[in-house]
């Protein structure tokens, strides 16, 4: 009897360590002595043997993460685990002091998963500390950044070669109209931002300011200029002389330099933060399975352009395609008994219970 209930002991061992080398771990935050973001984050992929998803996986799998600082006997740090509900997890981490060392626990039904814990020597810096990487390059391989994106170099190749003094004056000349039009001027020079903006309503600076300076306090960025766009609209269209200028929106009949919304930038920013719609966060809170979801654009937003008036016609003709409704009438008062009623926001993450696409404004 003995020897049975050795040998039944041992094979549910066998068993256990063959499903746990099988679970994968992988991400940037499995590298915190290297790469400081204002949350580190890694993957834990449990579907090499968990083929149907299970809501008990997320009880089974437990995350710990602690380390020591000068200042405290612990470090300060939140720990969030997102269940992607499909055998996936994110695990998210937020350092706030300096670390000198830290070590992450990660437990399958109580029990350490194969290479856990896993431990690092410091110092591990917290997001806000002005730690700049002395190499641009070293520092972009080791986030694991690809040296280029084809769009960059699509937007890039006609400006090759210039004089950025005298592009200044031509951008500033077309397209400085105070009433319509906001633009800043940033030069970056020794790792220290300098820029002068143009226009009325220039408070949408903040947001091109915050993703430069985190850029300097993570690594010495080479002398450059840029000016950036900050409204809505792209300016350049493609029938006028190429001018660079950034612009956070793009279209079919402009050639403006596309770079990611102040949405995206912000939510990356003050992930963990101020900011709880973001890209990690959102995985974590969808309800619906694909396969549970339905087949139809969704979208809300105010009246702020004619289009979006034309998108409700749109959506009446076609119910069964698209759900479209604006929530404040501001620009078309005297169209909202013909585009209302009103109607009121919804959960950003509701958004995701359709398949095709997902729109909000």
């Not at 809501?55 to 710990?64: C, G, I, R, T």
């Not at 994106?149 to 190749?157: F, H, K, P, S």
């Not at 609209?233 to 006028?240: F, G, S």
């Not at 169209?335 to 398949?355: L, M």
Request: glycine share 4%.
């Amino acid at each position: 009897m003995i020897r049975k209930i050795a040998v039944t002991f041992f094979i549910i061992t066998c068993i256990n360590q063959s499903f746990q080398n099988e679970i994968k771990i992988y991400g940037p935050g499995l590298e915190p002595q290297k790469i400081v973001m204002p949350a580190r984050y890694f993957f834990v992929n449990f579907t090499s043997f968990n083929e149907k998803y299970s809501p008990y996986l997320a009880n089974d799998f437990a995350v710990e993460i602690e380390g020591n600082s000068i200042k405290n006997a612990h470090c300060r740090i939140w720990v969030n685990k997102l269940d992607r509900k499909d055998g996936t997890f994110i695990v998210r981490y937020k350092v706030y002091d300096t670390c000198l060392d830290l070590k992450i626990s990660l437990y399958y039904k109580s029990k350490h998963i194969i290479g856990s814990p896993f431990k690092f020597n410091g110092p591990i810096q917290p997001d806000q500390c002005d730690c700049p990487h002395n190499n641009f390059d070293t520092w972009l391989k080791e986030y694991g950044c690809p040296t280029t994106y084809e769009q960059i170099d699509n937007d890039l190749i006609r400006y090759e070669d210039l004089d950025m003094n005298f592009q200044i004056e031509k951008i500033i000349k077309h397209y400085s109209k105070p009433e319509s039009t906001s633009l800043c001027h940033y030069v970056v020079k020794d790792n220290l931002i300098y820029r002068k903006c143009y226009g009325k309503h220039v408070g949408f600076n903040m947001f091109s300011d915050n993703i430069l300076l985190f850029l300097t306090r993570k690594v010495s960025l080479p002398d450059m200029e840029l000016v950036i766009n900050l409204g809505d609209w792209p300016l350049v269209h493609k029938t006028a002389q190429p001018l660079p200028i950034f612009s956070w929106c793009g279209s079919d009949d402009t050639i403006d330099i596309l770079m990611p919304t102040y949405d995206i930038t912000e939510s990356t920013l003050e992930n963990m933060g101020r900011v709880t719609l973001d890209i990690l966060s959102v995985q974590g809170n969808i309800a619906l399975n694909w396969s549970e979801r339905y087949d139809k654009a969704i979208w809300r937003g105010r009246d702020s352009r004619l289009e979006r008036l034309k998108l409700i016609d749109i959506a009446r003709a076609n119910p069964d395609l698209v759900n479209a409704s604006l929530t404040n009438f501001f620009f078309f008062r005297d169209k909202e008994a013909e585009y209302g009623p009103k109607q009121p926001h919804i959960s950003f993450f509701k958004f995701f219970d359709v398949s095709i696409i997902e729109i909000k404004t």
